[in-house]
């Protein structure tokens, strides 16, 4: 129970550390575009990211896949400009809650972001022989962190719009702009050529 306690923490906490907030930058362009009434969306959102992480997380925890991890920091910010401008673009179908493009996009992305989280995990488990458990376990560490942070971000949504009566474009439209502004900054210092 220890050993689930620790990964389980590490997983989240990776998600959560805000010096690391390429993950929850990418979570926020996703989940903008949905409101709670859309929970199936939600829920798919969510799990179709931690298939795609998984899968990659897997093979390069196994050795089976391994990726220049300067490519993986600079394509990082890449799925997170490509996602808000995505969302740029479809805002006015994402307000009458007609988007569904983000689901894609998480599973796709989700396979670079768990690239990402590759050598964090490889430096905390070492070269023990059992990989699976300790996979598992971080895995949900980081499906909890990225509910938490899908949650928050509904609600955000949900207060500016209903209470704040904003409209849900202009949500969509000024929190993918703020990310993206973020993810071109990421993507300069991050330049590997």
Known sequence: M?????????????VLDFNAYDH????????????????????????LFTIGHSITLALAAFGI?????KLVEFLIPVTIFITGTVNIFT?????GGKHSVNLVLALLFGLIHGLGFSNYFKMMIGRGEDKILPLLEFSLGIEAAQIIIVV????????????????????ILVCSSIVIGFAIQMMLNRIFW
């Open 152 to 171: 928050g971000i509904l609600l955000i949504g949900a207060v500016l719009q209903n209470i704040l009566k904003v409209n849900k474009r202009d949500w």
């Open 91 to 95: 805002a006015k179908q994402a307000a």
């Open 24 to 47: 929850i930058l990418f979570l926020i362009v996703l989940a903008v575009v949905f409101s709670f009434n859309q929970f199936k969306k939600i829920i798919w959102l969510v799990t």
């Open 65 to 69: 896949l391994s990726i220049n991890m």
């Open 2 to 14: 220890n050993d689930f306690i620790l990964y389980f923490k590490m997983g989240l906490n990776h």
